[in-house]
């Protein structure tokens, strides 16, 4: 992980709210927050009970404002209510804003700007979900959607909503494997993709993959394309459909199915550190009031805001913060297809200008890359209407923070460091920007309702002293956590109830300093983190074995300047393979092709063998070491376990001269 200034005490330096941030805030002093915050744990349910009321709209009120608890990982909110997200998230707008632009799309090429009103989107939605039921979608039938970042995409998300159908969004960048495995998990019989994607002036073969998946997935029935690029792809005039034309025959009003509130909303597959991706599942009402209440308070989100976040809605951040929670608080949300660098490292800058944006959100990758530039870059452009601006993903360095703050914001904005998980559904520490003084580094304190807890991670005994470090656990349910992992409700009480019982595991190491406020160190378990992107070692390792090269491979991730982790592959290979220059390259080109392109190996250290235990474990924790060049006897440690000690040499010279 990114590590912080050995030599300064980063927990020392606070940074006050901007007063014109504050000014008008909801929530515009720490007095006010600890308040609220207080509120909603001491009395969680009439808490939890008046934000569903006030965030949402109901068909049928709820009962129950809870059920269940974490030992028993049997979670349920708002029980017996009755709602439609779809509805939620446009229709309950039209009357007084139907004319305001809910989605501002700005696509590869910065001249391809299209705005769309809440009118407009409710057409949409409408046109596809009926176009859907003729297709025979129903009610808890699961849809995949692999789709560009492009307003298609919500689209889609809201009309699967609309009708109660479960979507499955797979990100852009998976390959044919990655599809493949997630649309069998979910048996989804229905795909919408689009002919291509654009990246960074590049096109991406969207289409193309689904063919390859398909061909492997003979279940699938139907494959809806919408035209895009207008790039050249292959027809399977048996399964194929263009959305767009078959969307016009559809009529644009297509009633909200009433759903309950534990209906499920959606699949996200995610990786964890054994086996293949978990499909975490969300339901309705809980998610929902997660999202738009953090958006609402974490972005101090108000009526006349443009509203931006960069993700994508391949990922949970996508799903909750361009898609649910934003449209649900009626905001006029930005959807992004391209890249930071594209058609130069202004293009953030100039998208802020163009489009008066008064909240930001991106990713620290983003930011570290972007600041090697010229500040020029930045300045050349106006950004006085940014007052928030947000990072994700990964924990932010106090170099980047401080860049971001001075240069982006010019001292003038909050800068929100947000943590949270896919499981989450919604931020869980964050700072909120008219509120809560912050620490460059520091995710700060928990959200309402969010209670924390930090564990030794041997023993799992609770750390009561405020300045304490170990692995982060939730010690209460809340609204937005994931309810289960799709058809395998025993992996996900293995996975975050088990470790530790009667918590929530979040899988990540935190130090909590002499204020309380937390600072998140990175996953403690194998899972690395690139460029924002969570990555399990496992499914590296199983791509890279997939190379007819490759005996065993061993994955680890390594400090990396830029994507906070890189990738490192320790590989053995099989008789009658050398190493050379093409075997590497055929290597990095089996994890690109069978995961995507963001999972490619930065560096591939091949060896005659690992280090292993005398029962065969690969010792995973030297090999860390050496990768992150802590490789002195001391920083090792004990040896004597190791089967072949001498392979540790061999490795620590070969990573100092590769
Ligand atoms: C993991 C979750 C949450 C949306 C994007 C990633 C790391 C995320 C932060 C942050 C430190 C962070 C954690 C977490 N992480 N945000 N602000 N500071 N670490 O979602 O793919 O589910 O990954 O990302 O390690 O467990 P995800």
């Known amino acids: 992980m990114m590590q912080n200034n050995m030599n300064v005490d980063e927990s020392l330096y606070i940074i006050q709210p901007p007063q014109r941030v504050s000014d008008g805030s909801y929530i515009n002093s720490i007095e006010k927050y600890k308040e609220l915050y207080n509120e909603s744990i001491n009395s969680p349910i009439t808490f939890w009970g008046e934000q569903a009321n006030k965030f949402l709209t109901w068909f049928s009120p709820f009962t129950d404002v809870s059920i269940g608890n974490l030992s028993q990982g049997d979670i349920g909110w708002f029980l017996n209510g009755k709602l439609n997200v779809s509805y939620n998230c446009i229709d309950r707008h039209l009357q007084e804003n139907r004319d305001k632009v809910a989605i501002i799309f700005e696509g590869d090429e910065p001249n391809r700007v299209q705005k769309i009103t809440y009118y407009e989107l409710y057409l949409q939605v409408c046109r596809l979900a009926n176009l859907l039921l003729s297709l025979g979608v129903k009610k808890g039938d699961t849809v995949a959607i692999y789709l560009p970042n492009t307003p298609d995409a919500i689209y889609s998300m809201l009309a699967c909503a609309r009708i109660g159908a479960v979507h499955s969004v797979i990100f852009g960048g998976f390959g044919v494997e990655a599809i493949i495995s997630r649309i069998e998990d979910s048996h989804s019989k229905i795909i919408i993709t689009a002919d291509e ?83 975490l599942l969300h339901t309705q009402a809980g998610y929902l009031l997660y999202a738009a209440m953090t958006h609402r308070y974490v972005f101090d989100y108000r009526d006349s805001d443009i509203y931006a976040c960069v993700a994508d809605v391949g990922w949970i951040t996508g799903h909750s913060y361009i898609v649910y929670g934003p449209l649900c608080n009626g905001a006029t949300t930005f959807i992004f297809e391209g890249t930071p660098m594209y058609p130069n490292a202004s293009r953030y800058w100039d998208m802020i200008e163009r489009h008066r944006i008064t909240q930001f959100y991106t990713a620290p990758t983003a930011i570290r890359s972007l600041m090697k530039f010229s500040v020029d870059m930045v300045e050349k452009h106006d950004r006085s209407s940014l007052r928030v601006l947000g990072s994700v993903g990964e924990p ?77 656990v939730l010690t209460q349910p809340w609204p937005g956590m994931a309810r289960t992992i799709y058809k395998s409700h025993s992996r996900y009480l293995d996975t975050y109830m088990r470790p530790y019982p009667g918590y929530y595991f979040t899988g990540d190491g935190v130090s909590r300093d002499q204020d309380g406020y937390y600072w998140i160190s990175g996953r403690v378990d194998d899972v690395i983190n690139v460029s924002g992107h969570r990555l399990g070692t496992a499914e590296l390792e199983s791509a890279l074995v997939g190379c007819s090269s490759c005996a065993e491979a061993a994955v680890i991730g390594y400090p990396h300047d830029i994507k906070g982790q890189g990738i490192l592959a320790f590989v053995t290979l099989k008789h009658g393979y050398q190493e050379d220059e093409q075997t590497i390259t055929l290597l990095k080109m089996e994890v690109r092709n069978t995961i995507g392109a963001f999972a490619t190996p930065d560096r591939i250290i091949i ?52």
């Open 197 to 279: 994607g654009m990246r960074g002036g590049r096109s991406i073969p969207l289409k193309k993959n689904i063919d390859s998946a398909v061909y492997h997935c003979k279940f699938v029935e139907k494959v809806l394309v919408f035209k895009n690029t207008g790039g050249n792809i292959q027809w399977n005039a048996e399964k194929d459909l263009w959305a767009q034309e078959a969307m016009q025959e559809q009529r644009p009003y297509c009633p909200p199915v009433q759903m309950d509130s534990e209906d499920p909303l959606f699949l996200l597959y995610t990786s964890g550190s054994t086996g293949k991706p978990k499909g």
């Open 396 to 472: 932010i360095n106090p170099e980047a923070w401080r860049w971001y703050n001075q240069y982006v914001g010019q001292g003038q904005c909050a800068i929100v460091d947000t943590y949270w998980q896919t499981e989450t559904g919604g931020h869980i520490i964050t700072p909120l920007p008219g509120a809560t003084p912050t620490k460059p580094g520091s995710a700060t304190l928990p959200f309402f309702g969010i209670q924390l807890a930090i564990l030794d991670p041997q023993t799992g005994q609770l750390q009561e002293e405020t300045k304490s470090e170990g692995v982060l």
């Open 607 to 658: 060896t005659p063998s690992l280090p292993k235990t005398r029962s065969g474990k690969i010792m995973r924790r030297i090999l860390r070491k050496i990768a992150s060049n802590e490789s002195s006897p001391e920083q090792l440690g004990d040896l004597s376990t190791l089967a072949e000690p001498e392979t540790v040499q061999y490795l620590i010279n070969k990573v100092k001269s590769n």
